[in-house]
Structures are given as C-alpha cells and as structure tokens.
C-alpha cells in the first residue's frame, strides 16, 4: 500500500522491509506478532512471503536457525519488543553456537525513553542484550537505511564463520514514511553473500606432508561440513585416500553410516590411537574432549579444516592449518594428494575393523533383546527398522538418553538429515526444528524426544497442526529427566527433581487440534503407529512408554556429573559403543 500526496508517491518502513528481504531471495518468516510488527508480518504475507506464526519465540528461533543451516539462507524471525524478543534471543544464541546463520529482527520500542530508561510500554536496551549473543547486532535509525541494514545483516550471517544476527527496528522507522524513489534506490541486493575463501598453497602442502607420514590417520567430520555443502568433493576426499571418518551428531549420513571406512562404531578406539587427525568442519570443543588425553593420544597431530581462523589452536596446538571454506579447502586437498596419502596401512584398519566388530556385536545383542516394558533400545530398534525404508525423512532428536541412544542407533544415509541437541546439548530445539525443517524441505520429519525435552517446546503442536506439517513426534515417556524412579531423599509427598508424570498422556494433546494421536508400550505398536504416521504425510505424535528405571543419570554425560547422588548399581556400562 503506498499513500499518494501531491508531488511524491510515498512508501513506508514496513514495505521497505518486506521488498529488501524478498530481494534478497527471503521467503519465509518465522514469528510470533505484536505491536509493532503485526503489520510488518501482514504485509509480508500479502506480498507473497510466507509468514509462519509461532506459539513462542524461542521455537520460531530455532525454526529460522535450523532453515538457515539447511539452505545457507540465513533463516528470519521476526518478534515484538522486550519479552518476544528476549524469548528469541535463547534461540539467537544457539545459532551463534552452532555456527548457523539466521537474522532476528524485533521490532523496538521508543530509543528517546528507553535510553533514559523513563518506562515505555515494553522497554529494553535490546541490541546491547543481544551483542554478546550475537555474531553481530545492528540498529535501523532512518527507513532510508533498511536496506542496508538487511544487507549487513544477511552479510554478517552468511559470511565467514555462519552465526546469529540480530536486527533491531524502532517503531518509528517501521512507520516512518519515504517517498518511492528514494526507498527503491536505498534497496541492497547482496551480491556473493558467502564468499568462497580458497586456502593457502602453503597450508595444503603443509597439510599433505603430514598427511603423509601418518601411520593411524582420522577423519573428523562435523556439522560446519555438512553445512557447506560440499558433499561430493568430502566424498570424495575420504573415499581416494582411504582414511576412516568419524561424523559428529549432525554430521551423520554426509556419508552414510553403514559406510565402510566410517569408524563410529569404533570411536573410542580411533580418538586414543589415531596420529594424524584431519578436523574438518569440527571443533576441538567438549563433544571431542578438548582433544586431549585421556581421550586422545597426547602426540596425536591435527590438521585442521575451518573458516574461523582464530578456532586454530583453541584447544590443541595445531600443525597444520587450512583455513578457507571447506568445498575450497577439501578440493585443494584433494588435487595435492601425494601416493604417499594414499591407503593407510593394513595394521590400522584392521585394528578399526576388529573393534568395530566387537563394538557392533555387543550393539546387536542389546538390539536383539525385546524388553518389556520397552527400553531405549527396543523402542529405538523399532523406530530404526522403519526408518531405513526413508533416508529422506529429518530426524529431530533431544533429550538425554533419547538423545544419546538415538544418535547410536538411528542410521542416517543421506547428508543434513539428522538435526539434535547441538553444541550446547540445549532442550527445547524439537519442534522448531521440526518446524523449520518441514517448512523449507516439505519432507516428513520425525521428532524423537524425551518426555523432558518435548516438553519445552511441546505448544507446538498446534502450530505444527495448523499448517498441517508431516511432522511426527515420538515422545520417549520414561516419566522423567534422565528416569523416571527416583525417590524424594526426604521422604516429603514431592516427587524428586527428576521424576515427571508417568501416566501422562500425552498423545491426548495433539488430538486437541485435530492431529492423530497413539499410545504404544511394545515396538510392534510403536512401528505401525510410526509407518503409518509418516505414510499419512499429516501431523501425528506417538506417546512411546519406556520403562522408567532404564535410563541412566545425564544420559552419556556421566563425567560432566560427577558428585550424582544417583548411582544405579544395575545399570550397564555404556561406555560409548557408538557415540
Ligand atoms: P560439530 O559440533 O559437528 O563438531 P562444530 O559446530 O563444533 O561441529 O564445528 C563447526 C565448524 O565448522 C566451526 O568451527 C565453523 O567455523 C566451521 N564452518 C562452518 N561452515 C564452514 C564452511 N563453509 N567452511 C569451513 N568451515 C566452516
Ligand atoms: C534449556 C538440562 C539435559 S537433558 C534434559 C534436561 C532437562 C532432559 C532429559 O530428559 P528427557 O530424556 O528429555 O526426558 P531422557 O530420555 O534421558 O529421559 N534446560 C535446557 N537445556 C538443558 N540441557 C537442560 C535444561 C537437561
Ligand atoms: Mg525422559
């Protein structure tokens, strides 16, 4: 809508953000509307963008966080002032964290009062909040500079390390009014928003010659490869030199698992006798114990794949560096390759192959036993055997033994499927992700959540209803964080921390806004239950009944937990047989 005076045509804020996102190829927003942005989201949708409304901020967060990882758009979300945008930020964070790119843009509230902290209606200093958040956080003070404004925002997000961008839009210039010309002209198509970085020459030698020395080497894949989209040169790569590969959570399926060079099911070993590592798209953070011993072999060498020059030596001295983006930076590899490379020796692999075997055995028993009640990995086993008929299908995945189990034993084929806890191990990514993920992909998607976890995104449904999104949720109802039997050390009528609702139904809940609900305690219920969800192609949630006394304190995270009052004498030792 443009309003005509006599001179000028004029436009406003509002239309100038709608046409700068579209123009940079922005098509869908995820939020939660409210003054001032209930029109922003309104015109948005009237000009052909799609606008998904959220029940909550953090969800829609985490919807835009994960569309940007998977299409390396960075992903939108758009919330009110003050609260909705403080419920974002959670999920802004988690971003940054994880290396994702995504823009939140809230709208703001008056800067005159708000700096004088004279109490406007929803008031807050939010771009200062977000700064240590954030990847990089801007304020729009004239409509003349929305334009750019988007532009340095999808820029900061893309570029570089991926991360979160917030975005800050005063009332006043969202209504501001500016004549035609002038807002057409002030527009930013960003041209090349990731640039390629192609690595140094010295850096690929340097890299090779290690490379070449090496008696036990290892491929580390994580999530920053998957992200670039670089599927067939890494392919490639591991496949020409024959190294075995590890893929962390979310790096799973960039080969497929069942793969026969990937040592997963041998990864203990690996860490503790590999020599020469190639991290590619991987950081040496917790998820890898800091690369250190007792994990890892104290004179093991790195080279290190990244976009982040200053990740290089966070935790480990590195040898060999090579920094640029990783399609650049693997096929650089690649074409240095000497003989010398090729083929580890025969006395490695088949110390990976021994032990993989081993480790697959001890996995099969657990799998081949039924429990009933249903243990993780019986309702697990159910849920892979359906799952190896559809490699396209999203796997969503938190909790803590739900998310552990899960990861080890859900095979994925096919690059960028697997979606989870992340970096920070944070709950409360399920249905935003699966939200985000259905959205930009139109594939089903699979949620699997403890019975802890969904519950902190759990509303939803509804949004996953109303849109009518081939989303399944299978909730892990164990009736607790971590189990559900522990006992109240005081004797008190209150449950312990750690115990919720057993006999929680709920599968009733998704009923509620018209989705299909099932209740299943044995892992031919729970397969039928799943084909057929995920055939319907229509919203469905699966109440799974787990036995409560199956699971184990911080799920594989014991050591992280040390001083745990709870100790389960009868609980085995996992220790890590496929992480
Ligand atoms: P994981 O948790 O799977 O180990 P991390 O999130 O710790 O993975 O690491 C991802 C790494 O990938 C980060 O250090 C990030 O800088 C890097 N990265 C992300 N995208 C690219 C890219 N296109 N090229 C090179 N490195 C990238
Ligand atoms: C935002 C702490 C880690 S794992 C978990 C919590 C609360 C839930 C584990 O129980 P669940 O899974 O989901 O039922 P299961 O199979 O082991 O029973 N708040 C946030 N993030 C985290 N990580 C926590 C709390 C936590
Ligand atoms: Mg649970």
């Known amino acids: 809508m443009t309003i005509e005076s006599e001179q000028t045509v004029l436009t406003d804020g509002f239309h100038l953000v709608v046409d700068a996102l579209k123009l940079n190829g922005i098509d869908t927003i995820y939020g939660v509307v409210g003054i001032p942005i209930t029109d922003l989201a309104r015109l948005a949708q009237a000009e052909g ?155 690929v030698d340097r890299a090779i010659e290690l490379l070449a020395r090496a008696q036990r080497p290892l491929v580390i894949l994580g999530k920053g490869a998957a992200y670039a989209q670089a599927d067939d040169t890494i392919r490639a790569f591991i496949e020409t030199t024959g190294i075995p590969f590890l893929p962390m959570s979310m790096a799973k399926g960039l080969l ?130 359906v799952l190896a008929d559809r490699p396209d299908v999203y796997v969503v995945n938190e909790g803590a033994n739900t998310l552990d189990f899960g990861r080890n034993i859900i095979d994925m084929r096919l690059p960028r499927k697997r979606l989870d806890a992340g970096t920070w191990g944070v709950m409360g990514i399920g249905m935003g992700y699966a939200i985000g993920a259905a959205t930009v992909s139109g594939k089903p998607v699979v949620a699997i959540e403890g019975d802890s976890a969904f519950g902190f995104s759990g509303m939803e449904i509804e949004t996953i209803c109303r849109y009518q999104l081939p989303v399944v949720i299978v909730v892990f109802n164990n009736g607790g964080i971590y189990r559900g039997d522990d006992v109240n050390r005081s004797g008190g009528a209150d449950v312990a921390p750690t115990v919720l609702m057993k006999s929680a139904r709920y599968e009733k809940l998704i009923e509620a806004f018209g989705g299909a609900g099932h209740y299943v305690s044995d892992p031919q219920g729970l397969a039928k239950a799943l084909s057929e969800s995920i055939a319907s192609g229509q919203p469905a949630l699966i109440n799974c009944v787990i036995d409560p006394a199956t699971g184990t304190e911080s799920g594989h995270l014991k050591k992280l937990n040390p001083q745990s009052a709870a100790t389960h004498a009868a609980e085995p030792q996992r220790n890590d047989i496929k992480r």
Not at 300 to 310: E, G, K, N, R
Request: glycine share 6%; aromatic share 6%; net charge negative.
């Open 49 to 203: 963008m799609r606008y998904i409304g959220f029940r909550h901020e953090q969800s829609a967060g985490n919807a835009a966080a994960i569309a940007g990882y998977l299409t390396q758009k960075p992903g939108v979300c758009l919330t009110v002032s003050a609260p909705g945008f403080l419920n974002g930020m959670v999920a802004l964070a988690n971003a940054t964290t994880n290396c994702f790119p995504m823009i939140l843009i809230s709208g703001s509230s008056d800067r005159a009062i708000v700096d004088l902290q004279q109490g406007d209606y929803e008031e807050l200093d939010q771009m200062n909040a977000a700064k240590p958040y954030a990847k990089a956080a801007f304020r729009v003070n004239r409509p003349e500079d929305i334009g750019i404004g988007i532009a340095r925002a999808i820029r900061a997000a893309v570029s570089g390390r991926p991360g979160g961008v917030y975005l800050d839009l005063p009332a006043e210039v969202l209504r501001a009014a500016l004549d035609e010309q002038t807002a057409a002209r002030s527009l930013v198509r960003v041209v090349d928003p990731a640039p390629k970085q192609i690595p140094s020459r010295e850096s």
């Open 256 to 385: 497929p698992d069942d793969h026969p060079q990937s040592a997963a099911a041998a990864r203990s070993l690996v860490l503790a006798q590999a020599d020469v590592v190639v991290l590619i798209g991987a950081r040496l953070n917790w998820l890898l114990g800091h690369g250190k011993a007792p994990q890892w072999s104290a004179t093991a060498h790195f080279i290190q794949v990244d976009i982040s020059p200053t990740e290089i030596d966070s935790n480990q001295p590195i040898a060999a560096p090579v920094v640029g983006d990783i399609g650049s930076c693997v096929t650089a590899l690649l074409a240095g390759l000497t003989l010398a490379c090729l083929q580890p020796p025969a006395a490695w692999l088949d110390a990976i192959a021994t032990n993989k075997q081993h480790n697959a055995e001890r996995m099969a028993a657990h799998l081949a036993a039924t429990a009933s009640p249903m243990d993780f990995y019986t309702a697990l086993r159910a849920i892979r055997d």
